[in-house]
C-alpha cells in the first residue's frame, strides 16, 4: 500500500514562496499508471484541486493557480514537490498529497498546515 | 470554473439510507464518468469511498453506493451507522481551465 507524507515549512510570510516535498512510499513514483497530486483545503471549507505531474515530468495545473505553482518530481528520492509563488493570506490552508490512479485521488498524505502570516 | 453543488447537510438514523446529491453542468459531471466521492472525518485526510461513478475501492464497504443522471451524481449509503458521521465531497474531470472540480461538502450527521 503506497503511503504519502508531506513535509516542508509551516508558517511562510506573504510575498514569499511556499513550498512542500510529498515523499512516497511503499511503492514507486515512476509507476506509469500513476499521476501526483497536491490539493488543498482553507479552514473550515471544501477542497481545490491544485495541480499534478506524472513521473516524465508533465504536469497540469488549476489555472486559477497556474501562474504562480510549480510541481515537479525527484524519481531518484521518490519525492515530488509544490511551490506556491507570492503567497497571501489567502494560501493559508491544509495541503494534502495524493497519488491519482482510476481517475480518482486513491490515497492521500495526512495534510500540511500552512500559515501565511508575517 | 465554480465548485459542484452539493446539500450543506444531511441526516439519517442509524440503519436508515441517505444520498447526497452532487450538480455539476455539461463540461464536468454531465461529459464524463469520472464522478468520485470522499468521506472526511474531523482532523483527517478524505478516504476514496467511490470511483468512476459507481465502483468501490477495496475494503470500502458495500453499504456505499454511486450513481449519476445527466448532469448530478448521487452518493447512497444504506444501513447508517455511527461512523459514517463525517463530510462527504464528490469530484469531477471538467473539461476547460480546471481539469478537476470538487463539491462544496455535505455534513452527514446520523442522529
Known amino acids: 500500500q503506497v503511503q504519502l507524507q508531506e513535509s516542508g515549512p509551516g508558517l511562510v510570510k506573504p510575498s514569499e514562496t511556499l513550498s512542500l516535498t510529498c515523499t512516497v512510499s511503499?511503492?514507486?513514483?515512476?509507476?506509469?499508471?500513476?499521476?501526483w497530486s497536491w490539493i488543498r483545503q482553507h479552514p473550515g471549507k471544501g477542497l481545490e484541486w491544485i495541480g499534478y505531474?506524472?513521473?516524465?515530468?508533465?504536469?497540469y495545473y488549476n489555472t486559477a493557480l497556474q501562474s504562480r505553482v510549480t510541481v515537479s518530481v525527484d524519481t531518484s528520492k521518490n519525492q515530488f514537490s509544490l511551490k506556491l509563488d507570492s503567497v497571501t493570506a489567502a494560501d493559508t490552508a491544509v495541503y494534502y498529497c495524493?497519488?491519482?490512479?482510476?481517475?480518482?485521488?486513491?490515497?492521500w498524505g495526512q495534510g500540511a498546515l500552512v500559515t501565511v502570516s508575517s | 470554473q465554480s465548485a459542484l453543488t452539493q446539500p450543506a447537510s444531511v441526516s439519517g438514523s442509524p440503519g436508515q439510507s441517505i444520498t447526497i446529491s452532487c450538480t455539476g453542468t455539461?463540461?464536468?459531471?454531465?461529459?464524463?464518468?469520472?464522478v468520485s466521492w470522499y468521506q472526511q472525518h474531523p482532523g483527517k485526510a478524505p478516504q476514496v469511498m467511490i470511483f468512476?461513478?459507481?465502483k468501490r475501492p477495496s475494503g470500502v464497504s458495500n453499504r456505499f453506493s454511486g450513481s449519476k443522471s445527466g448532469n448530478t451524481a448521487s452518493l447512497t449509503i444504506s444501513g447508517l451507522q455511527a461512523d459514517d458521521e463525517a463530510d462527504y465531497y464528490c469530484?469531477?474531470?471538467?473539461?476547460?481551465?480546471?481539469?478537476?472540480?470538487f463539491g462544496g461538502g455535505t455534513k452527514l450527521t446520523v442522529l
Open positions: 455539461s463540461s464536468d459531471v454531465g461529459s464524463y464518468d469520472l
Open positions: 495524493a497519488k491519482v490512479n482510476n481517475n480518482a485521488f486513491m490515497n
Open positions: 468512476e461513478v459507481t
Open positions: 469530484c469531477s474531470y471538467a473539461v476547460g481551465n480546471i481539469n478537476w472540480v
Open positions: 505531474i506524472f513521473y516524465s515530468g508533465s504536469a
Open positions: 511503499g511503492g514507486s513514483i515512476s509507476r506509469s499508471s500513476y499521476y
